[in-house]
Every structure is written in C-alpha cells, then in structure tokens.
Antibody, heavy 118, light 106 residues
C-alpha cells in the first residue's frame, strides 16, 4: 500500500518557522515528485511548490518564493517543507501529495494543521 | 497567472445527474484532474487526464474537457457524493486549482 504520512500539528508564533515532514512508503520514493498544497480554514486548495524526489530540483509558487524551502532525504524516503516568517494568514492544513504516472495527485498525506497565533 | 473558475455551489437530487464546470483560457489544451474532498479529509482523485477514472472510483464519475470548459459529471448521484470538488490543471510546470464547488445532494 502506498502511503504518505505527515508530521503532527504545530502551533507557532508570528515570525517563527515551521518544518513539516512527509514520509513515503509502498513505492520507490525517488520515482515521483512530491508537492505541497495548503488549505486555510474554509478556503480553496492552494498549491505551494514541488520537489523532484530523484534529483532534488524544486519549484515554488511565486506567492511563496523566498519563504518556502522544500527538501528531501532519500535515505528516509521523506520530503520536508520549511515555511519561514509565519503570519496569521499561514494558518492552514498543509498537505503533501504525490504526482503519479498519470500526472495527477494520486496519493495525499493526511494533512498537518499549522496554527500561527500570538 | 493562469486561473480556473468553478461555481461555488451545485445542488442535485438523489439519483439525478450533477454537472460541475471548470473554466479557463484554452483549458481544452491541457489535461484536467478532479478531486473530491469531504469535511475533515484529504482530497481524493476521482478523474485524471480529463476523463480517466482511477481504480476504485465508481463508474458514475466521468469527465470531459473541450474549448475553455472542463466538466465533471456524476450520474445517479448518491448522498455519499456530497462533498467539495476541485478541478486542477498544469500551467508551465506549476499547478493551478479551481476555487472548488460544494455539491449538495438534496
């Protein structure tokens, strides 16, 4: 069974950083890219960026350019997303998702709630 | 930046056909995927490459994409289909999601 398991909920103060992990299992991690998508309470899905799990190349949405860093550890089959300079508007559920062979998000993590509050 | 537009809400009676649209400039030139999201859950892929169903997705889900509009069609809608639905496309190696449509089964 293919799974993506994310790290647990976080509560952060404005200006802080958060690092969310996404551990893959059930397939060869380096074969497919991992994307990050967030969803603020009651809002739409918002794409943040992705990493080529094979070569480590990344691309982020212009909206988050400079505040988001996506990395991976192939030995741990895990992708990470760092978001810095957090503000209240970053309060959201953060999802990792795999883009499979059909170029669609076929596997999603369970989501990680990040609350930014003073 | 590329934009995808969806109606905020669609209502359907049980066993009837629901159609959810997704509009974007020359969308028919791109592949569209659709995701179902129920409250408190992660999204689930229901249609990829315009009209393909992943294994495990019921046959009542189908899709089309032509011109500037992609459509998700649910035939014989069931109460369990009540959810938010998002369309998604690629634009120059970035991902775009539609605003989402809340499907209510009355």
């Amino acid at each position: 069974q293919v799974h993506l398991v994310q790290s647990g909920a976080e509560v952060k103060k404005p200006g802080a950083s958060v690092k969310v992990s996404c551990k893959a299992s059930g397939y060869t991690f380096t074969t497919y890219p991992i994307h990050w998508v967030r969803q603020a309470p009651g809002q739409r899905l918002e794409w943040m960026g992705w990493i080529n799990a094979g070569n480590g190349n990344t691309k982020c949405s212009q909206k988050f350019h400079g505040r988001v860093i996506i990395t991976r550890d192939t030995s741990a089959s895990t992708a990470y997303m760092d978001v810095s300079s957090l503000r209240s508007e970053d309060t959201a559920v953060y999802y990792c998702a795999r883009v499979g062979p059909d170029s669609a998000f076929d596997i999603w993590g369970q989501g990680t709630m990040v609350i930014v509050s003073s | 930046s590329y934009d995808l537009s969806q109606p905020p809400s669609v209502s359907v009676s049980p066993r009837q056909t629901a159609s959810i649209t997704c509009s974007g400039d020359k969308l028919g030139d791109k592949y569209v995927s659709w995701y179902q999201q129920k409250p408190g859950q992660s999204p689930v892929l229901v249609i990829f490459q315009d009209n393909e169903r992943p294994s495990g997705i019921p046959e009542r889900f189908s899709g089309s994409n032509t011109g500037n509009t992609a459509t998700l069609t649910i035939s014989g809608t069931q109460a369990m289909d009540e959810a938010d639905y998002y369309c998604q496309a690629w634009d120059s190696y970035t991902v775009v999601f539609g605003g989402g449509t809340k499907l209510t089964v009355l």
